[in-house]
């Protein structure tokens, strides 16, 4: 059982840079493997990012590699998503979700722990 808070949304220029923290309850948060997801007015909820519990292994998609970067302090019990040079369509509202022992990171429907989700939107 895990709840999780999100923080760090807001308004942007493009080019700049947010970081989204994710502050999850539980002590056994450091088991959980977390991704990020995204979903823009008419889209469907797209994958952003996942980090596996030890930290070691990362997941990006492809749109956003490069540009942004997962991680995660256990001892604090947040992930973080540090994103740099935004664009516009990079504007969505960003859920963090997490799960323990997951096969696929990548797929939202793997995940039953979602936090409340938090607006992103980059001017032009």
């Known amino acids: 059982q895990v709840q999780l808070v999100e923080s760090g949304g807001g308004l942007v220029q493009a080019g700049g840079s947010l970081r989204l923290s994710c502050a999850a309850s539980?002590?056994?948060?450091?088991?959980?493997?977390v991704g990020w997801f995204r979903q823009a007015p008419g889209k469907e909820r797209e994958f952003v990012a996942a980090i596996r519990s030890s930290g070691h292994i990362t997941y990006y998609a492809s749109s956003v590699k490069g540009r942004f970067t997962i991680s995660r302090d256990n001892a604090k019990s947040t992930v973080y998503l540090q994103m740099n040079s935004l664009k516009p369509e990079d504007t969505a509202v960003y859920y963090c979700?997490?799960?323990?022992?997951?096969?696929?990171?990548?797929?939202?429907?793997?995940?039953?722990?979602w936090g409340q989700g938090t607006q992103v939107t980059v001017s032009s």
């Open positions: 539980g002590r056994t948060f450091s088991s959980y493997a």
């Open positions: 979700a997490a799960d323990q022992d997951l096969q696929t990171v990548v797929s939202a429907s793997e995940y039953n722990y």
